[in-house]
């Protein structure tokens, strides 16, 4: 709307205005009478007093329509050019300090500490065992907490946004417990029930096949500690609200480790009645553990916040997206029967999409000594 308003204001009015204060609409205006009428609208002086070798014009003490008309277009026009003046300078332009000569020429190293999620959808993920073939697909999502360090070149090219090469290398730990992206059942440790109604120690009844636990099948993922990631962009300094802005896009490579495991747990009864033991049972476990490398942009926003001795302080957020090389994984295990009777296998497959994400924000040290 100030932008539509300055305009239409610089269109139609702001001419009007210069020609009233120069005294007419006339092709006689003159050139000087103009120029005089601009300085007249830009400092609220109306008239300005002729050149010396003119005659200076007498005004009376009352002021005329004229000069209350001149007074009021000027006042329009000092708020009209305060308000572009404060958009531009007070709130987009770039910063004036980033340009100066002794830190223009600097090498900004900085560490920063920082926490955050990490996204990362499954498109599919399975298992297969005698007790049939189950799938699905989810989104994991993990609480993250890191630290890394940076390295800002001088500036690199004669521009108001002063822009930088910066280097990051960051490293990161996880809030992540193993995931079961496929989960029949409740598999786990099995453990048949003891039916003693009477305390003797001697079982009173066969347990029912259902009532063993552990009994299921599963594929779990767990993301292994650390996650390491590096980065080069660009770093661009604006000044907000009389502070240091910087907007930072970059291109990120990252290293992470996924332990994927199978479980099976079975129970098969061996007597007469499917439904009741007795029974056999067997379990098969196994894992492994697959080197995950991605590449994808991303984008920080850091605002500074003040000084620490020889740090300026400032926080960040950051969003980055990752587009992954490698995302299969597969693992199978073969288990033996209690009775020895024979083998069963199982086998998972995990894949993670094509993308994935991390969101962070943090603080960071710059090593800016005065």
Same mark, same amino acid.
């Given at each position: 709307?100030?932008?539509?308003?300055?305009?239409?204001?610089?269109?139609?009015?702001?001419?009007?205005?210069?020609?009233?204060?120069?005294?007419?609409?006339?092709?006689?205006?003159?050139?000087?009478?103009?120029?005089?009428?601009?300085?007249?609208?830009?400092?609220?002086?109306?008239?300005?007093?002729?050149?010396?070798?003119?005659?200076?014009?007498?005004?009376?003490?009352?002021?005329?329509?004229?000069?209350?008309?001149? &007074?009021?277009?000027?006042?329009?026009?000092?708020?009209?050019?305060?308000?572009?003046?404060?958009?531009?300078?007070?709130?987009?332009?770039?910063?004036?300090?980033?340009?100066?000569?002794?830190?223009?020429?600097?090498?900004?190293?900085?560490?920063?500490?920082?926490?955050?999620?990490?996204?990362?959808?499954?498109?599919?993920?399975?298992?297969?065992?005698?007790?049939?073939?189950?799938?699905?697909?989810? #989104?994991?999502?993990?609480?993250?907490?890191?630290?890394?360090?940076?390295?800002?070149?001088?500036?690199?090219?004669?521009?108001?946004?002063?822009?930088?090469?910066?280097?990051?290398?960051?490293?990161?730990?996880?809030?992540?417990?193993?995931?079961?992206?496929? #989960?029949?059942?409740?598999?786990?440790?099995?453990?048949?029930?003891?039916?003693?109604?009477?305390?003797?120690?001697?079982?009173?009844?066969?347990?029912?096949?259902?009532?063993?636990?552990?009994?299921?099948?599963?594929?779990?993922?767990?993301?292994?500690?650390?996650?390491?990631?590096?980065?080069?962009?660009?770093?661009?300094?604006?000044?907000?609200?009389?502070?240091?802005?910087?907007?930072?896009?970059?291109?990120?490579?990252?290293?992470?480790?996924?332990?994927?495991?199978?479980?099976?747990?079975?129970?098969?009864?061996?007597?007469?009645?499917?439904?009741?033991?007795?029974?056999?049972?067997?379990?098969?476990?196994?894992?492994?553990?697959? &080197?995950?490398?991605?590449?994808?942009?991303?984008?920080?926003?850091?605002?500074?916040?003040?000084?620490?001795?020889?740090?300026?302080?400032?926080?960040?957020?950051?969003?980055?997206?990752?587009?992954?090389?490698?995302?299969?994984?597969?693992?199978?295990?073969?288990?033996?029967?209690?009775?020895?009777?024979?083998?069963?296998?199982?086998?998972?497959?995990?894949?993670?999409?094509?993308?994935?994400?991390?969101?962070?924000?943090?603080?960071?040290?710059?090593?800016?000594?005065?």
């Amino acid at each position: 709307m100030i932008v539509v308003s300055g305009m239409r204001f610089a269109i139609f009015r702001l001419p009007r205005l210069i020609a009233e204060c120069a005294g007419g609409m006339g092709d006689n205006v003159s050139w000087s009478r103009v120029s005089r009428s601009v300085l007249q609208l830009l400092f609220a002086r109306c008239p300005i007093p002729r050149p010396p070798e003119q005659e200076p014009r007498r005004w009376h003490s009352g002021s005329s329509p004229a000069i209350r008309s001149c &007074d009021q277009n000027a006042r329009k026009l000092q708020r009209f050019l305060g308000i572009v003046l404060g958009v531009w300078i007070g709130i987009v332009s770039p910063s004036a300090a980033s340009a100066t000569d002794d830190l223009a020429d600097r090498w900004i190293p900085g560490f920063s500490v920082r926490v955050g999620a990490r996204i990362i959808p499954v498109d599919a993920a399975t298992v297969s065992s005698d007790r049939g073939d189950f799938e699905g697909e989810s #989104n994991r999502v993990f609480g993250t907490v890191g630290g890394g360090l940076q390295l800002l070149t001088p500036v690199v090219a004669d521009h108001p946004l002063a822009p930088r090469i910066l280097f990051r290398v960051a490293a990161s730990t996880f809030f992540d417990q193993e995931d079961r992206v496929v #989960n029949e059942g409740a598999s786990g440790a099995l453990e048949i029930p003891f039916i003693d109604n009477n305390n003797d120690g001697i079982p009173d009844a066969e347990p029912a096949i259902a009532t063993i636990t552990g009994q299921g099948s599963a594929t779990g993922v767990k993301t292994e500690v650390p996650s390491v990631r590096a980065a080069i962009g660009l770093d661009f300094e604006f000044e907000v609200a009389g502070r240091q802005l910087h907007i930072k896009p970059s291109v990120e490579w990252l290293y992470e480790r996924e332990r994927v495991g199978t479980i099976l747990g079975l129970a098969e009864a061996i007597g007469g009645d499917p439904d009741v033991c007795p029974c056999r049972t067997a379990t098969a476990f196994g894992e492994n553990t697959e &080197d995950f490398h991605s590449l994808g942009p991303g984008i920080e926003v850091e605002f500074a916040t003040g000084r620490i001795s020889s740090f300026m302080v400032s926080v960040f957020a950051q969003a980055n997206g990752y587009y992954l090389f490698d995302r299969k994984v597969n693992v199978g295990a073969v288990g033996e029967w209690s009775d020895a009777s024979g083998t069963v296998t199982v086998l998972s497959g995990y894949e993670r999409a094509r993308w994935d994400y991390r969101l962070g924000a943090g603080v960071r040290f710059n090593w800016m000594p005065e």
